[in-house]
């Protein structure tokens, strides 16, 4: 699934952003800081927002992360101007004060116009997302940043703190496979999934990174994979096994479950606890196959480490396709069932 495809599933400003977010190339993690900016200005009703005040936001966002995981490649050699060895020299006064120092403040102020900021809205490939979340205005320090009347919606939305518990997934997502150890083995092999506690982990430390609901939902739209209605914050939400984990059971009991595991990233989709408790352990539905195979051919287009795991899935299950297409995938699922 192309990026387009994806944006016709859902032609709105919803699905630019996550476009943004979920799909766009990831050499650091600055779009994540600036997109929360974005929606917490948003969400006050901000439209010009002066880019001193921004940049502090920007900045505060950045530092709260880097004293958790890295937020660059460890591999990749930074300048001694560069905005990242800035936020680290200057961290502990800024989290101590809970403000950016004058340093780190005046190293966002000059980086933030000609690096994350002409980069957010841009895809892998010289493409853009279809709406623009903002523009710059005024010159020196009259510098503004102007959100635009699709930011200013989206942050108002009802899917608001969704679109927000999406980033935060997806920026936990990416420092993790930046970090020493556990990067390598959430790029080489994929995730796993803990279920005492809904969280995605990496398969060597079992370091929880995120929830399996925010890390997926927005590959989704943001709806449940049952009945296609919009999942919001205040809903009760559970993840279904698409293809009900019973299968495995009950084929053992009579000989063996030689399937794929129903247990994995590819069968997990999230929805409405109500829908799930009435599918019950069903056969998913020609519909629901439908958008599970849209819903994991979206993650097959967002950078490592949710691709890399899916890709592992798909890698040699059918005879003589050696990456076959979701579809086909599951057309032998369900004929093995």
């Not at 079992?206 to 925010?214: L, N, P």
């Not at 989709?269 to 629901?288: I, M, Y």
Request: glycine share 6%; with cysteine; charged share 20%.
């Amino acid at each position: 699934m192309s990026g387009r495809e994806f944006y016709a599933q859902d032609a709105s400003a919803r699905a630019s952003w996550r476009l943004a977010v979920l799909m766009g190339a990831n050499s650091r993690t600055y779009k994540f800081a600036l997109g929360q900016a974005l929606l917490e200005f948003g969400r006050h009703g901000r439209d010009d927002v002066p880019l001193a005040e921004f940049a502090a936001s920007y900045s505060l966002g950045m530092v709260r992360h880097l004293a958790r995981d890295p937020q660059a490649p460890q591999a990749v050699e930074l300048g001694e101007k560069d905005f990242l060895v800035v936020a680290e020299q200057e961290s502990a006064a800024t989290l101590a004060a809970d403000n950016p120092t004058e340093r780190l403040l005046a190293s966002a102020v000059r980086s933030m116009p000609t690096m994350v900021m002409q980069k957010f809205h841009n895809l892998r490939g010289d493409t853009a997302v279809p709406h623009t979340f903002y523009e710059l205005a005024g010159t020196g320090r009259q510098r503004v940043v102007r959100l635009t009347s699709d930011l200013l919606r989206l942050a108002q939305s009802e899917q608001a703190p969704v679109l927000a518990a999406e980033l935060g997934a997806r920026w936990s997502i990416v420092e993790s496979s930046f970090a020493a150890g556990v990067g390598r083995s959430l790029v080489e092999e994929g995730i796993t999934v803990d279920w005492d506690t809904l969280k995605i982990t990496d398969k060597r430390r079992r370091r929880s990174v995120t929830g399996i609901v925010e890390a997926t939902v927005g590959f989704q739209h943001g709806r449940c994979l049952i009945c296609d209605d919009v999942l919001s914050a205040s809903d009760a939400i559970a993840v279904d096994h698409v293809f009900p984990f019973s299968l495995m059971h009950r084929f053992g009991s009579v000989g063996s479950w030689n399937g794929p595991d129903l247990d994995a990233l590819w069968n997990l989709a999230p929805a409405h606890a109500a829908c799930n408790g009435a599918k019950s352990d069903r056969l998913p539905t020609q519909v629901e196959l439908a958008r599970l195979a849209a819903r994991n051919e979206a993650i097959m287009q967002s950078p490592h480490p949710l691709r890399r795991t899916l890709q592992l899935t798909l890698k040699g299950v059918l005879p003589g396709r050696s990456m076959p297409l979701w579809t086909e995938f599951l057309k032998a699922v369900q004929t093995a069932v």
